[in-house]
Nanobody
Framework: QVKLVESGGGLVQPGGSLRLSCAVS????????VTWYRQAPGKERELVAR????????TYIDSKKGRFTISGDSAKKLVFLQMDSPRTDDTAVYYC???????????WGQGTQVTVSS
């Protein structure tokens, strides 16, 4: 059974840092793309960052500023999202998603709340 579990959310001050984790089970990374999304209250879900099974990384928010960094540990079946210098508008529920590149089957975690506030 495929399962994704996010953790690491919470309250963080603007300018601080936070690392989210996505623990995956029921599949190996081979053939999958893992993506972090977020959804703020009243807004549509948006892409944050993506990592492929070959280690390619795509960052969709503030890619030039490097505020979000995605990484993976295939041995531990973990995918991380490092948030540096978060802003109040980064407040959202952050979701982990895994999609098989051929079948397009998708799996979602339950989400973890991140609140950026002083």
């Amino acid at each position: 059974q495929v399962k994704l579990v996010e953790s690491g959310g919470g309250l963080v001050q603007p300018g601080g840092s936070l690392r989210l984790s996505c623990a995956v089970s029921g599949f190996t990374f081979s053939g999958y793309v893992v993506t972090w999304y977020r959804q703020a209250p009243g807004k549509e879900r948006e892409l944050v960052a993506r990592i492929t099974d070959t280690g390619e990384i795509f960052t969709y928010i503030d890619s030039k500023k490097g505020r979000f960094t995605i990484s993976g540990d295939s041995a531990k079946k973990l995918v991380f999202l490092q948030m540096d210098s978060p802003r109040t508008d980064d407040t959202a529920v952050y979701y982990c998603n895994a999609e098989h590149v051929w079948s397009r089957n998708q799996y979602w975690g339950q989400g973890t709340q991140v609140t950026v506030s002083s």
